[in-house]
């Protein structure tokens, strides 16, 4: 098991900074990381709902289908993604401090396989696209 994280300091208040998060079908705008989102259940930030990611990854994109865990509006979202001997939780913390917003993202995986997937995307890949991710929604939600 291995884990990355990479935090912002976004100069708004973490509604604004939800907000802007929240609305996945706009990710594909601003975000980067991210060139295809929508949900593939009703609703939206829940648990037990599911999303198709199309994540840019080097000059790859990879699909995902990752489930919701856990949402607490302004401060939370979790969501889960299962490979072939590989479990990925992405994680997302909104913390005001001050007048700005704290913003971690978080990726974890684990599994028996996650040691050798370490070797194909290897931390540092995984650090430089949640620092794209996170430098892009500190951009949108500060216009």
Do not use: C
Not at 73 to 81: D, K, Q
Not at 111 to 129: D, E, H, K, Q
Request: avoid cysteine; aromatic fraction near 10%; glycine fraction near 4%.
């Amino acid at each position: 098991m291995y884990s990355v994280q990479h935090t912002v300091a976004v100069l708004r208040a973490p509604e604004r900074v939800w907000t802007v998060f929240e609305d996945v079908a706009d990710w594909p705008r601003w975000n980067p990381v991210t060139p295809s989102a929508h949900w593939l259940t009703e609703g939206q930030w829940r648990r037990g709902a599911r999303l198709a990611l199309t994540l840019r990854l080097r000059q790859k994109r990879r699909l995902i289908r990752p489930d919701v865990v856990a949402v607490v509006p302004n401060v939370r979202v979790s969501w889960v993604s299962h490979g072939v001997g590989v479990k990925t939780s992405q994680t997302f913390t909104f913390s005001a401090e001050g007048p700005e917003t704290r913003v971690t993202a978080t990726e974890t995986l684990s599994g028996p396989l996650a040691f050798l997937f370490r070797l194909f995307v290897p931390p540092s890949l995984i650090r430089a696209t949640l620092v794209l991710w996170l430098d892009a929604l500190k951009s949108e939600a500060e216009r």
